[in-house]
T-cell receptor
């Protein structure tokens, strides 16, 4: 069975500081990894996916299969980045996505 | 195109009652998943439907059930409600066959059990 772990429930940084949200997973095959974000009073939405290898809103995430991690990083945090972030794993072509418990990021001015 | 629509948005029930929640996916999406979101447990997978068939099921008791109709709309039902069922129930749709597997979420139905 697959499992996703986000070790930090709460993370607080100052504006302009680097931020890293950790995500570790356990799955024996080749998973698809995603980061979803939920801003205040908005619906949960996709932030980025490992297969695209893109940067969205300054965030990047690299899949490290050796360490089974998919940490989300941004070099300079902004106040508008304050939100709940979920890491998710999906087995390729399967309908189920497994989510971590989420990390609430607060960026202070 | 219109996003995922969930109804009702808010509802209050008492213990022992039953509730039905509805989800209309994005047009063309045939996969519908349901999740329970609570502050302490994050997002817990309930079940996933594709072409009117339940393909995956999470670790919830049999009081939680669902179905999908031919137009891909889905409903979930919770019978004999318990206080612990109070949560935000999220529906998500996806385009089966898409390699990336992105989920599109609705705003949720917030259930309060008194």
């Amino acid at each position: 069975a697959q499992r996703v772990t986000q070790p930090e429930k709460l993370l607080s940084v100052f504006k302009g500081a680097p931020v890293e949200l950790k995500c570790n997973y356990s799955y024996s095959g080749s998973p698809e990894l995603f980061w979803y974000v939920q801003y205040s009073r908005q619906r949960l939405q996709l932030l980025l996916r490992h297969i695209s290898r893109e940067s969205i809103k300054g965030f990047t995430a690299d899949l490290n299969k050796g360490e089974t991690s998919f940490h989300l990083k941004k070099p300079f945090a902004q106040e508008e980045d304050s939100a709940m972030y979920y890491c998710a794993l999906r087995v390729t072509n399967a309908g189920k996505s497994t989510f971590g418990d989420g990390t609430t990021l607060t960026v202070k001015p | 195109k219109a996003g995922v629509t969930q109804t009702p948005r808010y509802l209050i029930k008492t213990r022992g009652q039953q509730v039905t929640l509805s989800c209309s996916p994005i047009s063309g999406h045939r996969s519908v998943s349901w999740y329970q979101q609570t502050p302490g447990q994050g997002l817990q997978f309930l079940f996933e439907y594709f072409s009117e068939t339940q393909r995956n099921k999470g670790n919830f008791p049999g009081r939680f059930s669902g179905r999908q109709f031919s137009n891909s709309r889905s409903e979930m039902n919770v019978s004999t409600l318990e206080l612990g069922d109070s949560a935000l129930y999220l529906c998500a749709s996806s385009l089966q066959g898409e390699v990336t597997g992105e989920l599109f979420f609705g705003e949720g139905s917030r259930l309060t059990v008194l």
